[in-house]
């Protein structure tokens, strides 16, 4: 009787056994129910910060923890950095415990994984063990999930640990989709801004004929509005004369004919007709299969125009190099000549004396023309070549300047040269002339006269030379404009000055032709005179000649 309530108590307490795992496993069951539902709200996540979020919610909900982080891997620097933490803030973070070495473990281990770790100091009986989730898509690196646990590390169940690697697969899958979306997104914006930044209509038309990319110049020469035309066949868009142009250039950049510019007279309002050339080139796919055409459409009155002025412009140049010529020989003659009349100046009238001085000094003024308008010419057709050589650019003022202000005169020209004397490949004819150039305005154009002074020095770089006067100066408002051909100042002072207003403009084409600068500095309102500062690049000259 007593061995039968003892098998009856056995037996109820085994039902009572079987009741209770019955129960854990539902609860079980029901637990890895919630964790796949939430795997799958995962997919339909837009934004790394929410996925990150949810990612340490799930592992938490599954190996309860002190914190929980996520490291995101960036591929420009190789590193792990912490993106999202959950629970509260410690003294001693968990991520402080993972080091490289040990995310190059977690990373080779293929799985979720337990590994003991030392409590901190600074975090007192803390975390005691850490669960590492690495997550990786197609063999890269995505980002690292660590849990900071209280617990040994016996204490996580194997089945816990797969839950956290299902996680981590699936997490590393769609942050993957996410940052590749994100590029897919700035690469589009990218396209766009291109697209819009060329000052053509540009339009791309699929093998099927249906538009697949446009920009707003192509909207306005062909009149029609993006948002409707975009995956429509292009001869349902534009009127028949413009379908059947693309149509024609299609067909040619298809059978590999060069297509560049066919031109068309294209009307683009009731008043207004452009003439547009059409262009196109084939779009290929990343295997190099062609899937449409791009076509670009210029409107070509510009570039005509354009070419019409150039044209003009080395007519004028051709026209400007002959005159000259023919001007110089005569003017040769009328100035021997005047010179053979004043030989005798003694016995002359002072009537006729003055008149040959007067043909004589028109005629040396045109000469300096003609010299400056050859010059020029020839600067700007490109047709001077610079012999350029080592030269002691400070040995060349020292020769030059003295003779440019005669010591009897009212101007006093002070040379400023630095002790050593290097070699500057440069044009040292060409860069005579340019010294000339400013060192004659300098004098012409402070008429009182004062210190013309001549700085050079070297700096690793550069030579620059500077010459300052103490004259009339350039008011800012022209510093722009003295380089420009025929300008000159207009005052009651430069009034009385001779000048052609080409010096200058000569003066910069060297220099730039050298690769160089110049500038001028100068306000009359506040001091008085200017400086003009060139800087030329110490360029070819090897060391052992400066
Ligand atoms: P120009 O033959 O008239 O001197 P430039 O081309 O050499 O022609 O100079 C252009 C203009 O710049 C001059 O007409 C003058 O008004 C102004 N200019 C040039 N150098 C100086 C200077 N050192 N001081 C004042 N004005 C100057």
């Not at 637990?31 to 340490?56: C, I, K, M, N, S």
């Not at 340019?434 to 154009?445: G, H, P, Q, T």
């Not at 006067?469 to 404009?481: Q, V």
Request: proline content about 6%; aromatic content about 4%; charged content about 25%.
């Amino acid at each position: 009787m007593s061995s039968d309530r003892t098998a009856g108590a056995d037996l109820s307490a085994e039902v009572e056994e079987l009741r209770r795992r019955n129960a854990e496993l539902y609860r079980t069951l029901d637990d890895v129910g919630r964790f796949y539902e939430g795997l799958a709200q995962l997919r339909g996540l837009t934004t790394p910060a929410e996925v990150h979020e949810r990612v340490l919610a799930l592992a938490a909900s599954l190996i309860p923890c002190r914190q929980a982080h996520l490291l995101v891997h960036d591929p420009a620097s190789g590193r792990f950095a912490p993106a999202a933490r959950r629970g509260p803030p410690i003294a001693f973070p968990v991520d402080h415990l993972v080091d490289p070495a040990l995310i190059a473990w977690a990373f080779g281990i293929q799985n979720a994984s337990v590994v003991p770790v030392e409590s901190h100091p600074l975090d007192e009986g803390g975390v005691r063990s850490l669960v590492l989730g690495p997550m990786a898509c197609q063999g890269r690196p995505v980002a690292l999930l660590v849990l900071g646990l209280e617990s040994e590390e016996q204490g996580v169940e194997r089945i816990a640990l797969d839950l956290v690697w299902a996680l981590s697969r699936e997490a590393a899958t769609v942050l993957d989709r996410l940052r590749l979306t994100e590029r897919v997104r700035g690469l589009v914006t990218l396209l766009d801004n291109v697209l819009e930044s060329v000052p053509h209509a540009i339009l791309a038309i699929g093998r099927d004929d249906r538009i697949i990319a446009c920009n707003s110049n192509a909207e306005f020469l062909f009149n029609f509005k993006r948002f409707l035309a975009l995956g429509e066949r292009y001869q349902d868009v534009f009127p028949a004369e413009v379908a059947r142009v693309f149509h024609a250039v299609a067909v040619s950049a298809l059978e590999g004919r060069a297509t560049h510019d066919v031109e068309v007279e294209h009307r683009i309002t009731e008043a207004t007709t452009l003439t547009v050339g059409f262009s196109a080139s084939i779009l290929a796919d990343t295997e190099g299969q062609p899937y449409g055409l791009v076509f670009i459409c210029r409107d070509m009155s510009l570039s005509r125009e354009v070419e019409k002025l150039r044209e003009l412009d080395r007519m004028k140049s051709e026209f400007v190099q002959t005159v000259s010529h023919e001007l110089k020989t005569p003017l040769t003659a009328i100035l021997g000549g005047t010179e053979v009349l004043l030989v005798d100046e003694d016995t002359m009238d002072p009537s006729q004396v003055e008149v040959v001085k007067i043909i004589e000094d028109g005629a040396r003024r045109l000469q300096a023309l003609i010299s400056d308008l050859l010059d020029l010419s020839r600067l700007e057709s490109g047709r001077i070549v610079l012999e350029e050589r080592p030269t002691d650019v400070a040995g060349l003022l020292a020769e030059t300047c003295p003779a440019m202000a005669p010591p009897d005169g009212p101007h006093r020209l002070v040379l400023d040269l630095p002790e050593e004397h290097r070699q500057v490949y440069v044009d040292p004819g060409k860069i005579q002339q340019v010294m000339e150039n400013l060192i004659s305005n300098a004098v012409k154009y402070s008429p009182r006269g004062g210190e013309v002074h001549v700085a050079l020095r070297y700096t690793p770089t550069h030579v620059e030379v500077a010459v300052s006067d103490e004259g009339i100066g350039i008011a800012p408002e022209h510093h722009s404009r003295i380089w420009d051909k025929f300008y000159r100042v207009d005052s009651s002072t430069t009034a009385e000055i001779e000048g052609t207003g080409l010096g200058l403009a000569i003066v910069r084409h060297i220099v730039e032709m050298h690769g160089g600068t110049i500038g001028v500095e100068s306000d009359p309102a506040s001091r008085p005179g200017s400086t003009f500062r060139m800087a030329l690049p110490l360029k070819g000259c090897p060391q052992d000649e400066l």
